[in-house]
């Protein structure tokens, strides 16, 4: 006999079931994208969550294009960013920055994503949408996209300020530098004078700090304190020739060298 035969008596079986959530559609992957791009604690400085979760923030425009977005979605266009929010039906809601909100996105609700539909596109469906509401929102996207492509102009222009101002900084010293060492190729005395010159100076910076310990009316105890904490004549010594070394770095300082050289080679 086959168990699995009916026998006389026995109910119908029942139609099989659908696994559950086999067919259904997940979010899209823009949304997957920018819900994992607002969680991550580590670009909490460029974007983030605001308002208790129930909306996010571009706090680094320039950042946020030129390094979150190439890595998530293969551009650096901050306003086809935007295009797409506005797709999704998410709202710009503080005027003075980048902070967009919408009912599905929440912190921490990442399964609300689905319940975010993409809207239609302006015009496919004219019984359904006021033109005047669709013209508005047209508007406003465009004037966002203007704001923004204005601010990615102005920070691109004060990036572009800093690094010729770094470049021509760094070519000073470099001229300044050849200058020196080929003036110092000329007369070798100087190099042996300069020397001379710095040991003289620490030397009398060891002076003035033995001068201002034994004038100090503390208590042997009160020195031995401030000695154990690191504030007694060798830290000072030690301040000392640190702000001689920090000096040489300056940008005074080749200046300075080249008017010596020349002062001393005047004078032999």
């Not at 005047?132 to 508007?139: A, G, H, P, S, V």
Request: glycine share 6%.
């Amino acid at each position: 006999m086959n168990p699995f035969q009916l026998q006389e008596g026995d109910p119908p079986p029942s139609p099989p079931k659908p696994v559950e959530g086999l067919h259904e559609v997940g979010p899209p992957p823009f949304l997957i994208k920018t819900f994992e791009i607002v969680e991550d604690p580590n670009t909490d400085h460029i974007v983030s969550w605001n308002r208790g979760g129930a909306s996010f923030v571009v706090w680094d425009l320039h950042s946020f294009s030129t390094f979150l977005l190439p890595r998530h979605f293969k551009h650096s266009n901050f306003s086809s960013f935007i295009r797409q929010l506005n797709t999704y039906g998410f709202r710009k809601i503080e005027s003075d920055r980048w902070e967009f909100a919408n009912d599905g996105f929440l912190l921490g609700q990442r399964q609300l994503l689905k319940s975010i539909k993409r809207r239609a596109s302006f015009g496919s469906s004219p019984s359904t949408h006021d033109p005047c509401t669709e013209l508005r929102r047209e508007k406003q996207l465009l004037m966002m996209e203007l704001v923004c492509l204005r601010q990615q102009q102005q920070t691109t222009r004060s990036y572009i300020k800093a690094m010729e101002q770094r470049i021509e900084g760094a070519e000073r010293k470099q001229r300044q530098m050849m200058s020196f060492l080929a003036r110092a190729m000329r007369s070798p005395s100087f190099l042996h004078q300069l020397l001379k010159q710095r040991d003289m100076r620490l030397k009398e910076l060891e002076d003035e700090a033995a001068e201002r310990e034994r004038g100090s009316s503390m208590s042997e105890l009160e020195a031995l304190a401030l000695e154990m904490q690191g504030y007694g004549k060798e830290r000072n010594v030690k301040e000392e020739e640190d702000m001689v070394v920090e000096r040489e770095l300056d940008d005074g300082f080749w200046e300075e060298l080249l008017s010596n050289e020349s002062l001393a080679s005047t004078s032999s």
